[in-house]
């Protein structure tokens, strides 16, 4: 049972997971740095931006973000504090919200987007090989199939112009 990680895929699997927190906190200090928010709130953002009406049901917010349902609804009050988004009431079900982008909202993402985006390529784009970036995306399409999780390609980072 303990042996798990002493195979090469638990090995990886450790390795897997360290690398995701380091980059992640690099990409969070740069963010600091710049007085910008943190990494959550631009994928928030970024969720609502890219969806129909710039608006989401709360379930489906988080269903397109990785955090739980108390965090997010956490997460989208500190948002609706800061402006960037605000909560409707669904006409259809009284007790059901929406999450919905402000003009503010979508300027933040946009101001977030460019460190982003010089922080992936620095942190990740820059240190793999396309052969090494193909396969990866394969092995990782694949567990998520696997989980029956439907993040795609563009779950989350890449900005559409």
Do not use: C
């Not at 042996?3 to 600091?32: D, N, P």
């Not at 709360?58 to 504090?81: F, G, H, K, W, Y």
């Not at 300027?107 to 990740?124: D, G, H, N, T």
């Not at 193909?134 to 900005?159: F, Y």
Request: charged letters at 30%; hydrophobic letters at 40%.
């Amino acid at each position: 049972m303990g042996k798990s990680l002493e195979t090469t895929k638990g090995s990886v699997w450790a390795l897997f997971l360290t690398a995701h927190a380091v980059l992640v906190e690099q990409i969070e200090v740069r963010l600091a740095q710049q007085d910008l928010p943190p990494l959550a709130w631009y994928d928030v953002l970024w969720a609502l931006e890219r969806s129909q009406d710039q608006r989401l049901r709360m379930n489906e917010l988080a269903d397109q973000v990785v955090l739980s349902r108390s965090n997010l609804t956490r997460l989208v009050d500190r948002l609706e504090q800061a402006g960037l988004v605000e909560r409707q009431r669904s006409e259809d079900d009284r007790r059901g919200a929406f999450a919905v982008l402000t003009a503010a909202g979508k300027a933040m993402r946009k101001r977030v987007w460019p460190v982003y985006q010089s922080a992936i390529r620095e942190l990740f784009e820059e240190g793999i090989s396309e052969s090494e970036a193909a396969a990866m995306g394969k092995a990782l399409r694949r567990l998520l199939e696997r989980a029956g999780s439907s993040g795609g390609p563009d779950a989350g980072i890449t900005e559409k112009r």
